[in-house]
């Protein structure tokens, strides 16, 4: 049985890219990130892939990490973590213990931030691709996590982007 889906209407064309590699997946736009990852990582599997480029290809979709170009239009300008919300309800459950059983719950006046990727860090929105504001035939940067003492802020996305020149040297 197929993890993948037979493409259709519906579905959106997403593009992964991990230096120059490229993986096409059809995904539903409703569709959990952490069901991608593990469409992504079948898809390797598939491949017969133990790593990718001297990195090792976790068994775990929670090792995969996603990032969104910083321009769209020009993806030399690098690449941010796209932020998916784990389990919020683990951290409602939390909350609620903290308060003796009661949800906490915070009125007041503050001033409204703008947030990045469709909701914030801990948006339910930022759970799909739809909610996570790509589009059909968006591209994503992918990497693994490496081991405890890294820091994945610091460790920068390992994508190529190619360079079309023509026959004189200059680009295009």
């Known amino acids: 049985m197929s993890i993948?889906?037979?493409?259709?209407?519906?579905?959106?064309?997403l593009r992964?890219?991990?230096?120059?590699?490229?993986v096409i997946l059809y995904v539903d736009p409703?569709?959990?990130?952490?069901?991608?990852?593990?469409?992504?990582?079948?898809?390797?599997?598939?491949r017969n892939l133990s790593e990718l480029n001297d990195h090792a290809i976790p068994?775990?979709?929670?090792?995969?990490?996603?990032?969104?170009?910083?321009?769209?239009?020009?993806?030399?300008k690098g690449w941010v973590g796209?932020?998916?919300p784990s389990e919020v309800r683990e951290e409602e459950n939390s909350d609620e213990d903290a308060e003796g059983g009661e949800s906490k719950v915070k009125k007041g006046r503050g001033k409204k931030k703008k947030m990045l990727n469709g909701g914030g860090k801990k948006s339910m929105l930022n759970a799909s691709p739809a909610g996570a504001?790509?589009?059909d035939n968006s591209v994503l940067a992918f990497?693994?996590?490496?081991?405890?003492?890294?820091n994945e802020a610091e460790e920068e996305w390992n994508v190529v982007v190619p360079a079309y020149e023509?026959?004189?040297g200059s680009q295009a």
């Open 16 to 22: 992964f890219k991990n230096h120059k590699t490229t």
């Open 133 to 135: 504001g790509l589009k």
């Open 166 to 168: 023509d026959e004189g």
């Open 30 to 46: 409703s569709q959990s990130f952490t069901s991608i990852k593990a469409h992504l990582l079948h898809a390797l599997s598939q």
């Open 82 to 84: 796209l932020e998916i």
């Open 4 to 13: 993948q889906p037979q493409p259709n209407p519906r579905l959106w064309t």
């Open 59 to 76: 068994e775990d979709p929670e090792d995969v990490v996603f990032g969104v170009p910083v321009d769209r239009l020009d993806f030399a």
């Open 143 to 150: 990497r693994f996590r490496g081991g405890e003492g890294e």
